[in-house]
């Protein structure tokens, strides 16, 4: 069992830039791939940024590559998502997430089983 609690989240003006943390429980964390994803009101949770449970592997939605970036401290339990440049449309609800499997990574929100509670992500134009 993995428990996920995010930080970060907050109101930021267009062009700004947040950085969010993902801290999570248990003595394992390495062998978890961990992502980011958001949600917008009336809109289905989308994937930002996913990365490999050694952190040598990173994939991202097309709309925030070279805007944001994921990266992961094991000895600290701790994923990031560096977001600059931010947009009135990265507006959401940002979830933390983790799936079992040291060499694995993917995308799809159905192969994540841990889940954050959200932090939000207000970007004013």
């Known amino acids: 069992q993995v428990q996920l609690v995010e930080s970060g989240g907050g109101l930021v003006q267009a062009g700004g830039s947040l950085r969010l943390s993902c801290a999570a429980s248990?003595?394992?964390?390495?062998?978890?791939?961990m992502g980011w994803f958001r949600q917008a009101p009336g809109q289905e949770r989308e994937s930002v940024a996913v990365?490999?449970?050694?952190?040598?592997?990173?994939y991202y939605e097309d709309s925030v590559k070279g805007r944001f970036t994921i990266s992961r401290d094991n000895a600290k339990n701790t994923v990031y998502l560096q977001m600059n440049s931010l947009k009135p449309e990265d507006t959401a609800v940002y979830y933390c997430?983790?799936?079992w499997g040291p060499g694995g990574i993917s995308m799809k929100t159905s192969y994540y089983n841990y889940w954050g509670q959200g932090t939000q992500v207000t970007v004013s134009s």
């Open positions: 248990g003595r394992t964390f390495r062998s978890y791939a």
């Open positions: 997430a983790a799936a």
């Open positions: 990365i490999n449970g050694s952190g040598g592997t990173t």
